[in-house]
């Protein structure tokens, strides 16, 4: 069953126009959530956080929404460059649920994110 | 910033062979690295959590005698790949958490694609 859900596979905008990518989940016991752009053939590229006692964080171009309430988190990129086309994960960390257990990152599929000059 | 040199970044070997795959934290000490693997277009799923000192935490359905993992160090986890066969083509890629984690992020190596004949 999976726990981060990214719906929609991919996404084309214009350059300049705001990109909105969509993420839910169902673990209550995740902490913070996570966005990564990766290349392929790449590892990973950190983006931006944010705590789950927090429903904003802003960090330049890139603004991540969270409504706990929905289990929902937004990523919304504005204004939209070329050189943003990547895939972006969301990803959850999952706190140790026993004494001595480590935390997690638990990612979803993926958004192939296409922005077009 | 933190980060984690992961080598070799790709391999191709025969079936019934094994491969070593290192990850290293060049600046930090990594007393936990994470170990994923990436099918095309798919999640990164966690197979297992390596901890300084003590052993591995698999994911459920990850064989343990299959993917050995040793964390000989706080700046050294390597993932062993034991008997390899074409299944186990894919891209593995390690992470840590870094300083200031989780809202600066865990940092990922550059992965490694691993082809299997």
């Known amino acids: 069953d999976q726990q981060v859900k990214q719906n929609s596979p991919s996404l084309s905008v214009q350059e300049g126009r705001i990109s909105i990518l969509n993420c839910d989940y169902t673990?209550?016991?995740?902490?913070?959530f996570l966005w990564y752009k990766k290349y392929p053939a790449e590892g990973p590229t950190f983006l931006i956080s944010?705590?789950?006692?927090?429903d904003k964080n802003e960090d330049g171009r890139f603004t991540v929404f969270l409504n706990k309430s929905a289990k929902h988190l937004s990523l919304h990129i504005v204004p939209s460059q070329p050189g943003d086309s990547a895939v972006y994960f969301c990803?959850?960390?999952?706190?140790?649920?026993?004494?001595?257990?480590?935390?997690?990152?638990?990612f979803g599929k993926g958004t192939k994110l296409t922005v077009n000059p | 910033g933190a980060v984690v040199s992961q080598h070799p970044s790709w391999v191709i070997c025969k079936s019934g062979t094994s491969v070593k795959i290192e990850c290293r934290s060049l600046?930090?000490?990594?007393?936990?690295m994470f170990w994923y693997r990436q099918f095309p277009k798919q999640s990164l799923m966690l197979m297992a959590t390596?901890?300084?000192?003590?052993?591995?935490?698999?994911e459920q359905g990850v064989e343990k005698d299959k993917f050995l993992i040793n964390h000989a160090s706080l700046t050294l986890s390597t993932l062993t790949v034991t008997s390899a066969h074409p299944e186990d083509s894919s891209f593995y890629i390690c992470?840590?958490?870094?300083?200031?984690?989780?809202?600066?992020?865990?940092?990922f190596g550059s992965g490694t694609r691993l082809t299997v004949v």
């Open positions: 990803a959850a960390r999952e706190i140790p649920l026993r004494l001595g257990g480590s935390e997690k990152l638990v």
């Open positions: 673990n209550s016991m995740f902490d913070y």
């Open positions: 390596s901890n300084e000192g003590s052993k591995a935490t698999y």
């Open positions: 600046d930090f000490q990594a007393t936990t």
């Open positions: 944010i705590s789950s006692i927090k």
């Open positions: 992470s840590a958490p870094g300083w200031g984690s989780p809202n600066y992020g865990y940092t």
